[in-house]
């Protein structure tokens, strides 16, 4: 099971890749890709804000991850 943390960065990694994608898909002249890109980015922006907000909700224990409850 990944740590909080691990979380957070593998959801940010995959937002800048995938901004990556949106910029190349723009270049390309691909305005279907480009929506479907943007797509994925605002949902996991939305999702990171989520974990923000439980997180400080909900403090990291010692383990480094977010107490659910």
């Given at each position: ?47 990171l ?21």
């Open positions: 099971m990944q740590s909080y943390a691990q979380t957070v960065a593998r959801l940010r990694s995959m937002a800048f890749l995938l901004e990556e994608a949106l910029r190349i898909a723009d270049e390309g002249g691909n305005a279907l890709v480009g929506a479907k890109i943007s797509d994925c980015v605002d949902w996991i922006e939305q999702e804000t989520s974990v923000n907000v439980r997180a400080a909700l909900h403090p990291i224990t010692e383990q480094g991850s977010a107490d659910p409850a």
